[in-house]
């Protein structure tokens, strides 16, 4: 039998250095995209493509699912505790969509809205954020207004290609599939933020609660 594992006593948490991290970002965004992603505050996110793989699945009596990341919730966990702003801005009503992002604390969540430049507004007088702290991850031509309105525009890898003609950066990973992770690890290593996130979510208060994390088990024990 292998002997279990265990860290040196030396381990050290945060894993690297805010310099480290800076210079991860910098790699691989470039410096000045970088310096761009450091003012982020608000996050939006399209629901449908980015928070998930964009599939429409609906069972025998009508009912819709959709499937979402466990690596990007957390990475919104992390965004929150970094102090980012979270918000949704969809054209679907969606239930589903609703319990997720209230799971992850969102500031602000806006279903069934086509009108995004109205909504996006919203969303902004209802964070105290402005549209040049704003990054917005979209992935098809109704998030283009939204895209074209805040500082950080950033398309998946799989929408059309005038959303990624417009966007300021493609994620390497596809909506559903940890783009959103990818979109906050770079903010949160840009602004030299990632390491204070990862020592926060050492703390109980920034955990998710046992009800947040209740999904798992259906509604009737949210």
């Known amino acids: 039998?292998?002997?279990?594992?265990?860290?040196?006593?030396?381990?050290?948490?945060p894993p690297s250095s805010d310099e480290d991290y800076r210079q991860e970002a910098v790699i691989r965004a470039g410096g000045d995209l970088a310096?761009?992603?450091?003012?982020?505050?608000?996050?939006?996110?399209?629901a449908d493509g980015v928070l998930t793989s964009g599939h429409?699945?609906?069972?025998?009596?009508?009912?819709?699912?959709?499937?979402?990341?466990?690596?990007d919730g957390l990475g919104l966990v992390l965004a929150r505790a970094a102090g980012l702003k979270l918000a949704v801005l969809t054209g679907r009503q969606s239930d589903i969509v609703a319990r997720r992002c209230t799971e992850l604390r969102f500031d602000v969540i806006k279903l069934g809205r086509f009108d995004k430049i109205d909504a996006l507004g919203e969303?902004?007088?209802?964070?105290?954020?402005?549209?040049a702290d704003t990054l917005y991850v979209g992935d098809d031509v109704i998030d283009l207004p939204a895209m074209f309105q805040v500082g950080l525009p950033v398309a998946v890898p799989c929408a059309p290609q005038?959303?990624?003609?417009?966007?300021?950066?493609?994620?390497?990973?596809?909506?559903?599939?940890?783009?959103?992770r990818e979109v906050v690890d770079l903010v949160l290593k840009s602004a030299g933020l990632y390491g204070m996130a990862l020592e926060r979510l050492r703390d109980k208060a920034w955990q998710p609660t046992r009800r947040e994390?209740?999904?798992?088990?259906?509604p009737e024990s949210a």
């Open 1 to 13: 039998m292998k002997p279990a594992q265990t860290f040196p006593i030396d381990f050290a948490w």
């Open 56 to 71: 429409m699945i609906y069972g025998a009596q009508g009912e819709a699912y959709k499937e979402f990341h466990s690596r």
């Open 35 to 46: 310096d761009r992603l450091a003012k982020v505050r608000l996050v939006v996110l399209d």
């Open 123 to 131: 969303i902004l007088q209802e964070t105290g954020c402005t549209a």
């Open 213 to 218: 994390l209740s999904s798992d088990h259906g």
């Open 162 to 180: 005038e959303v990624r003609h417009h966007a300021l950066y493609v994620t390497q990973a596809r909506g559903g599939e940890g783009a959103v």
